[in-house]
Structure formats: C-alpha cells, structure tokens
C-alpha cells in the first residue's frame, strides 16, 4: 500500500515489556521505500517489528500548540503515535501506547481520540471492545513527555457492567480541562430489569481538572441518545464543554440535540438542534460533527434520512445553541459522514461520495459564516478502500486528514 506525502515509518526490536506509568520508549527507526515489494498485511502482523501507519484503517489528527502535527492509528490491537512538524511530508518514529494488546474499536463512526493542552501534554482515548455484541470501555492514557511514553491506559467509566460504554468523545479546555463523554446503556439496563421500555441509551461525561491523574465521577449528560452514532463535542469560548449528539425524541424521532454546559459540573438544558423529524426505530451509524468559531458561533453539520428532508445538512447558530438558522443541504445522494471546521468567518465542510467508481470527498466553504457557500468541488478520490475524511486546524489554517487504501493523505485545503 502506497503512502501519498509521508515517508512510512517503521520501529524495530522494541520489547513489548508490561510496564507501568511512562516506560514505552521508542527505539531506532527505518525507512520503507512505498515503491518497494513490501508485503504490508504480513508486515503488520509481524510482531518483530511495529507496523507502519498504512496498516491503520482509520487515522485521527491533530496538531499542537507549537504547530506540530500527531496522528494516532490501530493495529492488531495497538494504538500506534506518529508526529510530523513540516504538515505531513514525512513522520517521527512509531510508538506504541499500549504495551498489553486489546480489542479496540477503529472502523466508521468509531477511532481513538487525540488531543494536546497548551503545555503540550497528549491525551487519548478510545473504545475498548468486550466479549459481547456492542458492549465496550472507554479508555484513557496520558504522554508527559511529548509522546515518548504513555501512561498504562485506564477504563473511564465507572460502571464496570459488560454493557454499552462506547462512541468516546474527548475534549480539552484552556485551562486544560480533560473532558470525555460517550454513549452509555446503564440507564437502559437498569430499566429492562424493570421491565421498563427505554428509548435509546444514554450520553455520560466525566472530566479531570489534574492533567488525567484523576477523574470525577461519571455523570449522566442526558438519557434517550440513538445507540450508536458519534457525538460532536468542542469547547466554547467561555472554556466550557458543548455536546451535540443524534437524540431519541418522543415517537422515535431522531434529529440532533445539544448541551451547553453552565460550568464544568452542570450539564444546561437539552436543545433541540435539527428540526428534520425522521422517525426511525434504529440507529443510522452517523453522527453529527460542531465546531465553534471565534465569534462563537456554532457550526453544526449532520444527516437525515427523513423522507421529506433527506441528506447531509448544515445549520448555524448564534445563541449558543438555543435556535438554529434553516437547515442549508448539500452534497448528492449517497453523501455521507460530513467534517465541518471554522476558523473566524471561515468554514469549510467535507464529505464522502461514491460514484460507482471511486470514493470522493467534495468541499464546499463559506466566507461569512455560514450563511453562503461555495459550488461543491471534488478534492480528491480514490478508486481503493476509504476512511471517513476529516478537518483539522492550526489555528490558522485548515487541513485535510485521509485514510485510504492507497496510503494517508494530509494536505492543506488551500493545495487542493
């Protein structure tokens, strides 16, 4: 498999040894020539030597405080770390996080998390599977040490039941806040031993306010969430968490609510944030994604199959979520898993198509926050196997992160 910008990077020889708190070192690296016959699936799976990113079928991206990108990716029940400081042209050594191997939940709307506080601390987590059909741990590991080392993962959920504790969301605050919320089915459990109907399951939070030593109790966020679609999650700009997530609203509706939380330990209201109405008794695999510019507006992108209303949708609000404009639709039919990001008045907005041929992700953007937008355009495609895409920013600019069949791809939207 082919890389697109970064040279593959693989670590040799390095002991697996059980460890505890910040001792998984990274040893010396060498290169792979992408034009060489390398056999990637046997590569991946040879245990003398740590894969490289291709053998990940999802990537997740993110960059620092100092403008220094990081990805992290799955193999054969390993979180694998990379970092690049020239945007992607080529990648650090690989290290591992986790010295214990375990099921861990990288495909659709499911891949660990990453993010950095303003010191420069890494954070993760993702889903952990268990031994029965959708049941799972949402896990956490911290790096001090500028990703050199990670500490041995923890289970972040309190409710240690072999149920739903799964679709993590992670998010950290100025003041470097650790925020994770997911979906959880305690709430319903406890009512099907009552023999009590329960729409949905639940979304839970819980947070750390010392760098991830520790973390308060779990607390429910709201009940009735669809069982199995990502959350949107970001941090306002009164350093306080906002959740948008699929909701499960009376006669099995389900369109998209927010939360605006009053302080790190008060949950505000449920919000109601799409007005699509699609009555379904399932859940679709697709959730929404936010992001909150600098002038506080929300910006909100998800999909509706409502037969009167179907497709991806934007909506924008400036009431910190209490109304929202029209819904603006766009992309053709069969769109899907939309990324939506803004820095100032700018936004950009990506999505994945098929035209029986070849994976595409269109863009479109808006210059005034939303409320016009650019002709959709195909910014890149692939004829091989393809990851959801995804928006991430410097600060300054936005960029594209890919994976697919033909290697990862990490490009500036301004060179596409």
Avoid at 98 to 123: C, F, M, Q, T, V
Avoid at 194 to 206: D, R
Avoid at 261 to 270: A, E, I, L, M, Y
Avoid at 275 to 295: F, T, Y
Wanted: proline share 4%.
């Amino acid at each position: 498999m082919k890389t697109v910008n970064p040279i593959l990077l693989i670590l040799a020889g390095l002991a697996l040894n059980a460890c505890s708190h910040d001792s998984i070192k990274p040893a010396d690296t060498q290169a792979i020539n992408p034009s060489s016959a390398v056999d990637l699936k046997t590569l991946c799976k040879d245990a003398k030597h740590l894969p490289t990113i291709g053998c990940s079928d999802t990537v997740t991206a993110n960059f620092d405080s100092q403008g220094k990108l990081w990805v992290v990716w799955v193999n054969d029940g390993h979180i694998y770390l990379q970092s690049s400081s020239d945007q992607g042209e080529h990648f650090s050594q690989t290290v591992q996080v986790n010295a214990e191997a375990e099921s861990i939940a990288a495909h659709g709307e499911y891949r660990p998390k990453i993010k950095l506080d303003s010191k420069g601390a890494i954070y993760l987590t993702w889903t952990q599977n268990l031994e029965k059909r959708h049941t799972g741990n949402i896990r956490f590991s911290r790096s001090l040490d500028g990703g050199k080392s990670f500490s041995k993962p923890i289970t972040v959920n309190d409710n240690l039941d072999i149920i739903g504790h799964r679709f993590d969301a992670l998010e950290v605050g100025k003041n470097g806040e650790i925020f994770i919320a997911w979906l959880d089915s305690r709430e319903k459990e406890a009512a099907k031993a009552k023999k009590q109907e329960f729409l949905g399951t639940a979304v839970y939070y819980t947070w750390s306010d010392n760098g991830g030593l520790s973390f308060y109790p779990n607390k429910p966020l709201a009940p009735h969430s669809c069982e199995c679609c990502r959350l949107g999650i970001a941090i306002d700009n009164d350093n306080l968490p906002v959740v948008l997530w699929r909701h499960v609203f009376e006669g099995q509706i389900r369109d998209q609510a927010l939360v605006k939380f009053k302080d790190w330990n008060t949950p505000g209201p449920v919000q109601r944030a799409s007005q699509d109405n699609w009555k379904i008794e399932a859940c679709p695999h697709h959730g929404p994604a936010l992001s909150i510019a600098d002038d506080g507006t929300y910006h909100s992108v998800w999909f509706s199959g409502a037969a009167d209303h179907q497709g991806l949708f934007y909506g924008y609000s400036n009431d910190q979520g209490k109304s929202f404009s029209a819904a603006y639709p766009f992309g053709n039919q069969g769109a899907k898993h939309p990324s939506v990001m803004a820095i100032g008045h700018n936004v950009a907005i990506i999505w994945s198509e098929f035209d029986g041929k070849n994976n595409l992700l269109k863009l479109i953007q808006s210059n005034d926050s939303g409320k016009t937008w650019s002709t959709a355009k195909t910014v890149t495609s692939t004829s091989e196997s393809a990851d959801d895409g995804f928006l991430i920013s410097d600060g300054d600019n936005l960029y594209l992160s890919w994976q697919t069949g033909q290697g990862y791809q990490f490009k500036a939207l301004d060179d596409l």
